[in-house]
C-alpha cells in the first residue's frame, strides 16, 4: 500500500450505532488530519494530530471522537451521529514544519462516503 | 483569518481548449498556495503548489499557476483540456500556525466533447 489509505470506503449507519472510520498513511509523516466535505460547503478541518498529539479540533461536536495511536494511524469514531453528518470524510497527512521550516504539504486519502439514516 | 475564493463555481470548456480557474486569497503574510483536483467519488490529489522562488508553477498533467501578490491571486491554467480534466478544482492557503489548510468552495470543470 502506498500514501494515504482509508476503510472503510463507504459506510451506512443508523443513528444509534458505533462506528469507527480508519486512516493509514505509508508516507512516513508526522501529523495527520480528518477532513469533513458536505455538498455545497468547503471543505471543514474537524481535527489535526501532530506527532500523536491534537493539536486542533475546529469546534467538532463530540459525537466524533478521533484517536491517534501512532504517526500513521488515525481514526474517528462515531456515536448517535445526526443525518446532516452524512457527509465524504477525508483523512490527509503531512510532514510538519520544524526547525523554522514553513512549508507543509497534505496528501489525501480517497474517503470515507459516510450516511447516516 | 486567511480566506480563499474561487469566484467560479461551475466552467464548462470544449475539449482541447484554454482552461483558466480563478483564485483569490486573504492571508496577512506570504502565502503558501495549491491547488488540489477531485474527481467524482475520490479524495483530493495535489496538482502544484507554491512556497516561494518563480512565481509561476508547473504541475502535473499539464497544468500550471501563477501567483500574483498584487492581485492576491493564485490562477490554475491549462493550455489544452482533455476529457479525463473533468472534475472538482479547490485552491488552498497554509497557514503555518496550527498546520492549517484553508480550501476555496472549488470549482467544478465539465468537458464537452
Known amino acids: 500500500e502506498t500514501g494515504v489509505t482509508q476503510t472503510p470506503r463507504h459506510l451506512v449507519m443508523g443513528m444509534t450505532n458505533k462506528k469507527s472510520l480508519k486512516c493509514e498513511q505509508h508516507?512516513?509523516?508526522?501529523?495527520m488530519y480528518w477532513y469533513k466535505q458536505s455538498a455545497k460547503k468547503p471543505l471543514e478541518l474537524m481535527f489535526v494530530y501532530n506527532f500523536k498529539e491534537q493539536t486542533e479540533n475546529n469546534s467538532v461536536p463530540s459525537r466524533f471522537s478521533p484517536e491517534c495511536p501512532n504517526s500513521s494511524h488515525l481514526f474517528l469514531h462515531l456515536h448517535t451521529l445526526q443525518p446532516e453528518d452524512s457527509a465524504l470524510y477525508l483523512c490527509?497527512?503531512?510532514?510538519?514544519?520544524?526547525?523554522?521550516?514553513?512549508?507543509?504539504?497534505?496528501?489525501f486519502g480517497p474517503g470515507t462516503r459516510l450516511t447516516v439514516l | 483569518a486567511q480566506s480563499v475564493t474561487q469566484p467560479d463555481i461551475h466552467i464548462t470548456v470544449s475539449e482541447g481548449a484554454s482552461l483558466e480557474l480563478r483564485c483569490n486569497y486573504s492571508?496577512?503574510?506570504?502565502?503558501?498556495l495549491f491547488w488540489y483536483v477531485q474527481s467524482p467519488g475520490q479524495g483530493l490529489q495535489l496538482l502544484l503548489k507554491?512556497?516561494?522562488?518563480?512565481?509561476l508553477v508547473q504541475g502535473i498533467k499539464g497544468f500550471e499557476a501563477e501567483f500574483k501578490r498584487s492581485q492576491s491571486s493564485f490562477n490554475l491554467r491549462k493550455p489544452s483540456v482533455h476529457w479525463s480534466d473533468a472534475a472538482e478544482y479547490f485552491c488552498a492557503v497554509f497557514k503555518a500556525a496550527g498546520n492549517k489548510l484553508t480550501f476555496g468552495g472549488g470549482t467544478r470543470v465539465l468537458v464537452k466533447p
Open positions: 490527509a497527512s503531512s510532514q510538519a514544519p520544524s526547525g523554522g521550516a514553513r512549508e507543509d504539504t497534505q496528501y
Open positions: 508516507l512516513g509523516h508526522n501529523a
Open positions: 507554491y512556497f516561494s522562488g518563480d512565481t
Open positions: 492571508y496577512g503574510a506570504t502565502p503558501y
